[in-house]
């Protein structure tokens, strides 16, 4: 079946970045997209970024320009998502979503990446 | 950018409840707007796509309709797994926003 599986729980410290990593398993990797998303303790959804892992087109919410780097490996169907400058603000969890661009929206979730930043 | 303002914030129902969530937009979207259900510490799960596309699987009390600036998702009968907090999400000139959710709760 159509499945994400993402990377484990970070703790990282004020100043520094933090690499989650999201694997597909169940479909053409190149065949779709990535969405990056984001939830803050007790807080909404906020997106963050997506990635045409087959052309290699990016787009970015502005607030992490500079800030956010998509990668992938499509040897071993994975998806990278590297968060820099981290504060504080940026403990979340972190969840990757297969993209359909066509419908504009994620029918398939990773599990989400806690990513807490504490000095 | 456009922005999308969900309502209401939080809302009380009771099991058999007919319930409905608004999201506006900005400006126009046309029907890129998808609805999600999110329960605590657990992923967002997709119930509707292109405004008004129920997504396989989803149970057909839910339904979304709309399009231009102005959609809802409507719950025709409420059970007690439909107690979530539901979040809309739009597409527009490669920028997906989402709507600020809503906490659906027992009354």
């Known amino acids: 079946q159509v499945q994400l599986v993402q990377s484990g729980a970070e703790v990282k410290k004020p100043g520094a970045s933090v690499k989650v990593s999201c694997k597909a398993s169940g479909y053409t990797f190149t065949g779709y997209y990535i969405q990056w998303v984001r939830q803050a303790p007790g807080q909404g959804l906020e997106w963050m970024a997506w990635?045409?892992?087959?052309?290699?087109?990016?787009n970015y919410a502005q607030k992490f320009q500079g800030r956010i780097t998509m990668t992938w490996d499509t040897s071993i169907r994975t998806a990278y998502m590297e968060l820099s400058s981290l504060t504080s603000n940026d403990t979340a969890v972190y969840y990757c979503a297969r993209l359909i661009k066509l419908f504009g929206s994620s029918d398939t979730w990773g599990q989400g990446t806690l990513v807490t930043v504490s000095s | 950018d456009i922005q999308m303002t969900q309502s209401p914030s939080t809302l009380s129902a009771s099991v058999g409840d007919r319930v409905t969530i608004t999201c506006r937009a900005s400006?126009?979207?046309?029907?890129?707007l998808a609805w999600y259900q999110q329960k605590p510490g657990k992923a967002p799960k997709l119930l509707i796509y292109k405004a008004s596309s129920l997504q396989s699987g989803v149970p057909s009390r839910f339904s979304g309709s709309g399009s231009g600036t102005e959609f809802t998702l409507t719950i025709s009968s409420l059970q007690p797994d439909d107690f979530a907090t539901y979040y809309c999400?739009?597409?527009?000139?490669?920028?997906?926003?989402f709507g600020q959710g809503t906490n659906l709760e027992i009354k």
């Open positions: 400006q126009s979207i046309n029907s890129w």
């Open positions: 990635v045409n892992p087959n052309s290699g087109g990016t």
């Open positions: 999400q739009h597409y527009n000139n490669y920028m997906y926003t």
